[in-house]
């Protein structure tokens, strides 16, 4: 349900835009010099036993995965940080978008108004919207400041919040308990989004205190920030995730909402530099599944890029997120490819991996092949 649905309610737009970072389809391009720190805070008190010359920084993120093995060699801690330049039609990560904290409604789980009630006694907003017969609807969020006090009053999980604040040592605690998996598998940590790179101060302070312990880092990051942010993760990354979406600059605009021209600089510049790459493509029909796009991307990867990418992953599409946008209020923007099954997708992708490796290209199916740092 919208807040549309209810009587009076005001008509939210689909994932309108939120914060100050945002740039939509058809609109100016972002100016990355904008694209930086913006859900990170400074602590006011740091937890663990974080060195006290560090700065003391919280990161915000809306998922911390344990055992991951996707973003990455080995099993990985991931830090899925909030916050996106952004807007492609297939993210299945809705609730990365927003570089705050929001509130995220599963009416599902609402005892009702007069059973609880809690949530209608802590919104000094007005925001909630209950169904007639007294359960949680949605969440009004042309009035909703966020203030989360609704999630904090909810006790059945109706009413959750996207987004935590970790101080760098709280990040480094969770990190280390996983230790001894990263030592039996080459594994670490995984600084993912949303984009990391929107909150580059903690996410350094955070890969170099893992460096300095000896833990693995990997960067998965859309590139669409200033170089010399990038520059600055150099010293403390061994592998940076980068998606090339498609080469072509129009259609980039049109379906991710920006330009594709920093994000192919930033990549040759990590090149140039040597460091380890690997590159992925979320792959979609009507959008770059043709054998002109992917070889434009071939072409890039093997002229530009030197050959230093270690593995090429073409990702196929997958239905994935569609409960998340329906908790933020938003319609799931990718209604056509509702059932879009692996039968449809697996023969373009076997297709496409013969036309890459016939470029020399170490071209993969996926993200979970077996990756293995020089
Ligand atoms: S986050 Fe705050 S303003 Fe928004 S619905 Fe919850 S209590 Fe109300
Ligand atoms: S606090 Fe949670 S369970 Fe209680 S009425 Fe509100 S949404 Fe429903």
């Known amino acids: 349900m919208k807040p549309s649905d209810f009587a009076g309610a005001p008509v939210s737009p689909v994932r309108a835009p939120l914060d100050p970072v945002c740039v939509r389809s058809g609109s100016a391009p972002l100016d990355p010099a904008s694209v930086s720190v913006q859900g990170y805070s400074r602590e006011t008190s740091q937890a663990s036993d974080t060195p006290s010359s560090m700065p003391m920084l919280r990161g915000l993120a809306f998922n911390v995965q344990n055992y991951s093995v996707h973003d990455g060699p080995g099993i990985r801690v ?12 297939w993210c299945s990560n809705p609730e990365g978008i927003s570089p705050y904290p929001e509130p995220g409604s599963y009416p599902d789980k609402c005892m009702g108004a007069t059973e609880c009630g809690r ?3 802590a919104c000094k907003q007005k925001a909630l919207l209950f169904t007639p017969e007294g359960t949680l609807g949605a969440i009004d969020r042309d009035v909703c400041i966020r203030c989360l006090a609704c999630t904090r009053a909810c006790l ?14 709280e990040a480094l605690d969770i990190i280390r308990k996983d230790r001894v998996f990263f030592e039996r598998t080459g594994g670490g940590v995984t600084v ?14 955070l890969f170099e205190q893992c460096k300095a312990e000896g833990i693995n880092t990997c960067l998965e990051t859309a590139l669409y920030v200033r170089p010399e942010i990038v520059d600055d993760f150099f010293d403390c990354t061994d592998l940076f995730i980068c998606d090339i979406k498609c080469m072509d600059d129009a259609t980039h605009r049109a379906r ?17 530099r040597a ?13 770059n599944a043709s ?3 992917i070889s434009a991307i071939g072409r890039f990867i093997r002229d530009d890029l030197h050959g230093r990418v270690l593995q090429y992953q073409l990702l196929p599409y997958r239905q994935l997120g569609v409960e998340k946008y329906a908790s933020l209020g938003q319609e799931y923007p990718m209604q056509d490819f509702v059932g879009y099954e692996r039968e449809q997708w697996e ?3 076997r297709h496409f991996i013969d036309l890459l490796q016939s470029m020399g290209i170490n071209a993969v199916s996926g993200n979970n092949q077996k990756l293995e740092l020089p």
């Open 347 to 349: 023969p373009d992708i």
């Open 192 to 205: 993912s989004g949303g984009e990391a790179l929107m909150q580059p101060e903690f996410v350094r302070a």
């Open 256 to 272: 991710c909402g920006v330009s594709n021209q920093l994000i192919l600089e930033n990549l040759r510049r990590i090149a140039a």
């Open 156 to 169: 059945t999980g109706a009413l959750s919040a996207w987004g935590q604040y970790y101080g760098v040592g």
């Open 275 to 287: 460091a380890r790459l690997v590159v992925r493509t979320p792959v979609l029909k009507g959008f």
């Open 119 to 121: 949530c209608l006694a």
């Open 291 to 293: 054998d002109a796009e």
């Open 78 to 89: 991931e830090f899925f940080m909030k916050g996106c330049p952004l807007r492609c039609e």
